[in-house]
């Protein structure tokens, strides 16, 4: 569990640096391409969650991921889970979470700037490391944990 915090902490740090690298170089220039028509970098201060939704519930958002990473360190002490992909899915969560939380206590907003064409909202390094975490959680749980087939011995 050590190992999943110290983790956790590094990628909250990269995405803390990158966010620094963002603002200090990007935010001046607003935008670049960096492949023409499919991948910019464009500086966005974004005040709500995914696509500007609940802009200014900056408390809710603080609240609902200190939440999350409280639960997911309790989970882990109590299951005691062995399980790389679980541990993988909990270092994604929680370093993303606390990289975004970062944003939210100290700026008001989180600082995104990776542009894909094809999805419209700018996104970070967090919330990428939220979003790949948040799926392999769910594989977790679907496909290698005892949560599903509890259930079913239960009906």
Do not use: H
Request: glycine share 6%; aromatic share 12%; with cysteine.
């Amino acid at each position: 569990m050590l190992l999943v915090l110290i983790l956790s902490v590094v990628v909250a740090a990269v995405d803390y640096i990158l966010k620094l690298l963002v603002i200090n170089n990007l935010k001046p220039v607003g935008t670049v391409e960096v492949i023409p028509g499919l991948f910019s970098l464009k500086y966005v201060e974004n005040k709500g969650a995914a696509f500007g939704m609940l802009s200014d519930a900056r408390w809710i958002f603080i609240a609902f991921t200190i939440v999350i990473i409280i639960a997911l360190i309790i989970i882990m002490i109590r299951k005691n889970i062995n399980s790389k992909l679980f541990n993988i899915a909990a270092i994604l969560i929680i370093g993303g979470g606390i990289g975004n939380l970062i944003d939210r206590i100290f700026y008001g907003y989180v600082v995104d700037y990776l542009s894909i064409s094809f999805f419209p909202p700018v996104c970070n390094f967090a919330d990428y490391c939220i979003t790949i975490g948040a799926v392999l959680m769910v594989i977790y749980l679907l496909f290698f944990s005892d949560f599903i087939k509890k259930d079913k011995k239960n009906d």
